[in-house]
């Protein structure tokens, strides 16, 4: 039998769907923004992109021997990138790891005769957590359970073990816990797996609204949800203190999910507002439609990393040749398996 999950309730303001103000001087003008578009999933047409702010430049992610790439997230530096695609001669979806700078991509799951989906690094860089499916001839169904891999030998190991679908898992910021969707027979709640002891537990659900998509800044979790059992468009919703709020920027008639918070109270998401998906950028006050990215394509999916996070990771690189501090976070940025002066040269580069 199904737990029962705690409810959070809150005012949710029905609005009108209304489009965002310009984003020519609003929008970050450093960083680099990953994101995916597609006619519709079931075109299995989706690319992947990297949009770096500061030269206002584009750049497909793409190799012979997968499509259909989706959902990308970056480590712990910018030039690791993790995203799903259909490795195009097993015909099955694979984790891939793609280095920016020296443009190799691996296949991290490579002929396993499984579904793997909905990849993220943990906040260390040195491990990714993802859905993996196989189909059930018992249920007539996949069954999905979460697995992590161990980059650095390859080990993956499997987290859950049930009849419930487990997907689109997110470390919390110290790496200790993951949230994650929990759905089973037609409802989705928010769950949270401590990885110290192997047990879940549940963090939102509301009878009848579906709810997923959940993902963490600093301590907070956010997540998409239904705004109501009637009214089956998507928001996002902000937990902290166990307190939950809803965005601001959500409008009732249209969908709005794929949140990519910032630690500053700012995020990126996605809106139907403008007839497909758009993304759109949010600085605490006013939501900017970002124009210049988006397209009569579905735009979804986005990951940030920002120059702010890139001068961190430089530091502690820094300090760590230096001998002034012990990090286990991944650095090795050039992608050749040490950690040295190149590392530091390849990001300045970026930025």
């Given at each position: 039998m199904?737990?029962?999950a705690?409810?959070?309730?809150?005012?949710?303001?029905?609005?009108v769907c209304?489009?965002?103000?310009?984003?020519?001087?609003?929008?970050?003008?450093?960083?680099?923004?990953?994101?995916?578009?597609y006619?519709?999933?079931?075109?299995?047409?989706?690319?992947?992109?990297?949009y770096n702010?500061k030269?206002?430049?584009?750049?497909?992610?793409?190799?012979e021997?997968?499509?259909?790439?989706?959902?990308?997230?970056?480590?712990?530096?910018?030039?690791?990138?993790?995203?799903?695609?259909?490795?195009?001669?097993?015909?099955?979806?694979?984790?891939?790891?793609?280095?920016?700078?020296?443009?190799?991509?691996?296949?991290?799951?490579?002929?396993?005769?499984?579904?793997?989906?909905d990849?993220?690094?943990s906040?260390?860089?040195?491990?990714?957590?993802?859905?993996?499916?196989?189909?059930?001839?018992?249920?007539?169904?996949?069954?999905?359970?979460?697995?992590?891999i161990?980059?650095?030998?390859?080990?993956?190991t499997?987290?859950?073990?049930?009849?419930?679908?487990?997907?689109?898992?997110?470390?919390?910021?110290?790496?200790?816990?993951?949230?994650?969707?929990?759905?089973?027979?037609?409802?989705?709640?928010?769950?949270?797996?401590?990885?110290?002891?192997g047990?879940?537990?549940?963090?939102?659900?509301?009878?009848g609204?579906?709810?997923?998509?959940?993902?963490?800044?600093?301590?907070?979790?956010?997540f998409?949800?239904?705004?109501?059992?009637?009214?089956?468009?998507?928001?996002?919703?902000?937990?902290?203190?166990?307190?939950?709020?809803?965005?601001?920027?959500?409008?009732?008639?249209?969908?709005?999910?794929?949140?990519?918070?910032?630690?500053?109270?700012?995020?990126?998401?996605?809106?139907?507002?403008?007839?497909?998906?758009?993304?759109?950028?949010?600085?605490?006050?006013?939501?900017?439609?970002?124009?210049f990215?988006?397209?009569?394509l579905?735009?979804?999916?986005?990951?940030?990393?920002?120059?702010?996070?890139?001068?961190?990771?430089l530091?502690?690189?820094?300090?760590?040749?230096?001998?002034?501090?012990?990090?286990?976070?991944?650095?090795?940025a050039?992608g050749?398996?040490?950690?040295?002066?190149?590392?530091?040269?390849?990001?300045?580069?970026?930025?």
């Open positions: 199904k737990k029962t705690t409810v959070f309730l809150s005012l949710i303001v029905l609005g209304s489009s965002g103000a310009s984003a020519s001087d609003t929008v970050p003008n450093s960083g680099i923004l990953l994101y995916h578009n006619s519709s999933y079931e075109n299995l047409d989706s690319r992947l992109y990297q702010f030269d206002n430049a584009f750049t497909e992610i793409k190799k021997g997968f499509s259909h790439a989706m959902n990308a997230d970056f480590g712990s530096h910018p030039y690791d990138i993790t995203f799903m695609a259909i490795d195009t001669q097993y015909d099955e979806w694979d984790i891939y790891r793609y280095n920016s700078y020296n443009g190799e991509i691996i296949n991290l799951t490579p002929n396993s005769g499984f579904r793997n989906e990849p993220k690094f906040p260390d860089g040195n491990k990714i957590v993802f859905k993996r499916g196989y189909w059930s001839s018992e249920k007539n169904d996949f069954i999905y359970n979460l697995a992590e161990e980059l650095k030998s390859g080990k993956i499997m987290l859950t073990d049930d009849d419930y679908e487990e997907s689109m898992p997110y470390y919390t910021a110290d790496g200790s816990n993951i949230f994650y969707a929990r759905s089973f027979e037609g409802e989705s709640d928010i769950y949270v797996l401590d990885l110290r002891t047990l879940s537990s549940p963090v939102y659900a509301e009878k609204v579906l709810s997923y998509y959940p993902m963490v800044s600093d301590d907070k979790l956010y998409t949800k239904w705004f109501s059992a009637d009214n089956r468009n998507d928001c996002i919703v902000r937990v902290d203190d166990n307190e939950i709020s809803v965005m601001p920027f959500n409008d009732s008639n249209c969908n709005t999910s794929d949140v990519y918070p910032l630690s500053n109270g700012s995020m990126f998401f996605s809106s139907t507002r403008n007839g497909s998906y758009d993304i759109f950028f949010y600085d605490g006050n006013t939501e900017y439609d970002i124009g990215i988006n397209t009569d579905q735009e979804l999916g986005a990951s940030y990393f920002s120059a702010e996070d890139a001068e961190r990771v530091t502690e690189t820094s300090d760590f040749l230096l001998n002034r501090s012990d990090c286990d976070k991944n650095m090795d050039d050749d398996g040490t950690v040295s002066v190149f590392d530091l040269v390849a990001l300045r580069k970026q930025f």
